[in-house]
């Protein structure tokens, strides 16, 4: 039966629904003026951006976007650079720590082996215990290992813990069992199974982590602050660009090149937000 | 809806399968598993055990090698209390401004998320595009929203303008609010409830959407109040996300901050005890004195978490659906 997409409202519930829409208005609004704020200024001239009020439009529209990818430079990486550094950071920091978390996961849900609980217990101790202080142990194994602004770091990009083994856990435990029967009996093994019945499963999911993972490691700057501070990405690019020229920082050219920045993750929340609301479902902590 | 764990025992084979979980052939399992354990083992065992030695160890200047010491603890707690001079002492600002933190983003801002998760699952008047929005400062970099919001609140910023134009500061000087004691932690903690609203909510949304629309329906004919179904049928049903929202809120309390870096740079008594820590590997600070501070603020964690979880675990029932 075709549900009406027409919702019909008591008089008290319009109310409530007009206060909430109010308050979510106001503040969207505020959003959305903060963004019209930098857009607009990035047309400006730097010197016009000093001296006139920083709500007028440009009297001469400036077209800074092509400067940032010539004149924008941290630490002697263009923007281009940093651009590919982003990349790669977001791609090693999302990926590595999605497979292992898919793996654990899945053999935690669907194996029974010694050790299970203790995996469990891992991974709740992780979740609830939280470990201030060993950022400096951790910065320290880096440097001593020698993998500050070395490759190295890649073995650090692992995972497999977390709220993501939770959701991954859930996940596979609602998966029917009767495909993997099928493929044994097909002559298929364990490994056959997971890759090419089970992670297939998964992929929407997968997909979902593996973007948010992406636009967290894109937005990060500590990371590459603390570990990677020869190859800049460009969120430690900008805060780079700002600390370092203070008060005699282009402006509008540093709002273009907040805007450029923030095109791959806008995009790709505005091209999957429905997948991601689907498939984003924090499960409970009782194992 | 199930509310009790349904037992189905299935053998096919060699193959025995219990609960949905296999039986056997645990090697696999492990194989699955190492990448994931051994770096728990690095990377957190191993980091951790290292932390806890570091905060008992320091250099003797002479021989230059590790001698075992109480210092940093020592350290650690007389920051916390005034100063000779009668001020606060380091530490202590850091916890009230980390605690301020926390009240702000786990009462009022997680508070407010799962509400108005509630209003965009009833999919008020332009859902879709309120859903949108106020997930965006999730989705920039952390200096974006930062600069921006710098810019607002600058002394020749549109702000300060509107408030001189109102008569509510009195000129000729312009004030400097992220510059100033008095007010620089106020507008950081404004600038994480501006920026909050919108964080969790797309996982109250979520759940929320997988509630079965039966039960809506079914509590909608009985005539059911909007406030009633939020509090009786929505948040019962969705009480397990919010629990683990809640314990992972806890697990972090004395861990809380904003955007101190962007907005203030640690100045202007706006230091958090996370920040403090993270400021001391950044500018190689002393690493003894971070890690006793980080064991310290994980013994204080550790009850509190475990006893919100298992309050929680208590006052939730155990819903799948």
């Known amino acids: 039966m075709a549900r009406s997409n027409k919702i019909k409202r008591t008089k008290g519930e319009k109310i409530l629904f007009t206060i909430a829409f109010i308050i979510l208005a106001i503040f969207s609004a505020t959003y959305l003026v903060a963004f019209f704020f930098v857009i607009m200024n990035s047309f400006k001239g730097s010197i016009e951006y000093l001296i006139t009020s920083r709500f007028q439009f440009p009297k001469e529209w400036r077209w800074n976007y092509s400067r940032v990818f010539t004149e924008f430079e941290v630490n002697g990486s263009g923007y281009f650079r940093m651009c590919f550094h982003s990349i790669w950071f977001s791609l090693t920091g999302s990926i590595p720590a999605l497979l292992s978390t898919a793996a654990c996961s899945y053999a935690y849900a669907r194996y029974k082996f010694p050790g299970r609980k203790i995996i469990f217990l891992i991974n709740l101790i992780m979740l609830t215990l939280s470990l201030p202080g060993s950022q400096v142990a951790y910065y320290k194994l880096f440097c001593d290992l020698g993998w500050k602004n070395n490759i190295g770091y890649l073995w650090g990009c692992f995972g497999g813990f977390g709220g993501q083994f939770i959701i991954l856990a859930g996940f596979w435990k609602g998966i029917d069992w009767a495909y993997a029967e099928a493929a044994y009996i097909d002559g298929g093994n364990e490994w056959t199974i997971f890759t090419k019945v089970m992670l297939p499963q998964a992929v929407s999911m997968l997909g979902v982590f593996f973007l948010l993972g992406f636009i967290n490691s894109w937005n990060n700057h500590e990371f590459t602050m603390l570990y990677m501070p020869k190859y800049p990405s460009i969120a430690f690019g900008l805060y780079e660009y700002q600390a370092k020229t203070g008060r005699s920082m282009d402006t509008p050219l540093y709002f273009a090149g907040l805007v450029v920045t923030s095109i791959p993750s806008l995009t790709l929340y505005v091209l999957f937000q429905d997948t991601i609301l689907r498939t984003v479902n924090v499960g409970g902590l009782k194992g | ?321």
């Open chain 2, 1 to 321: 809806m199930i509310l009790s764990k349904p037992l189905f025992r299935k053998r096919t084979g060699a193959i025995r399968i219990e609960n949905g979980i296999k039986h056997g052939n645990p090697v696999f399992a492990w194989i699955l598993i190492l990448p994931a354990f051994l770096t728990w083992l690095v990377f957190w065992l191993y980091v951790n055990y290292r932390s806890i030695i570091l905060s008992f160890q320091t250099t003797d200047p002479i021989t230059n090698e590790y001698v075992w010491t109480l210092q940093h603890y020592k350290w650690v707690v007389e920051s916390f209390f005034e100063t000779s001079s009668g001020s606060s002492g380091l530490l202590a600002i850091c916890l009230r401004n980390t605690l301020t933190y926390f009240f702000t983003n786990y009462f009022i801002i997680q508070t407010c998320n799962v509400i108005l998760a509630y209003f965009l699952y009833k999919k008020i008047a332009g859902y879709r595009a309120f859903r949108f929005l106020l997930y965006l400062p999730n989705l920039l970099a952390g200096a974006t929203m930062a600069t921006i919001y710098k810019q607002l609140v600058a002394y020749n910023g549109p702000i300060v303008d509107l408030f001189m134009n109102l008569g509510w500061i009195e000129g000729p000087i312009r004030p400097q609010w992220l510059a100033d004691e008095r007010y620089a932690m106020t507008l950081s903690v404004i600038y994480s409830l501006w920026l909050g609203v919108g964080g969790t909510m797309i996982y109250s949304l979520g759940a929320m959407s997988r509630v079965p629309h039966e039960v809506i329906e079914a509590a909608q004919l009985d005539g059911i109040t909007p406030f009633k179904e939020f509090v009786f049928i929505i948040i019962p049903l969705i009480s397990q996300t919010l629990i683990t929202l809640y314990v992972l809120g806890v697990a972090g309390f004395l861990s809380a901050g904003g955007a101190t870096l962007f907005l203030t740079a640690g100045n202007y008594n706006t230091q958090t005890l996370s920040f403090w820590i993270w400021w001391q590997i950044y500018t190689g600070g002393s690493t003894g004195t971070s890690s006793a501070l980080g064991i310290c603020m994980t013994l204080v964690t550790l009850p509190v978490t475990l006893l919100v979880r298992w309050i929680g675990n208590k006052i939730t029932p155990e819903v799948t659906f």
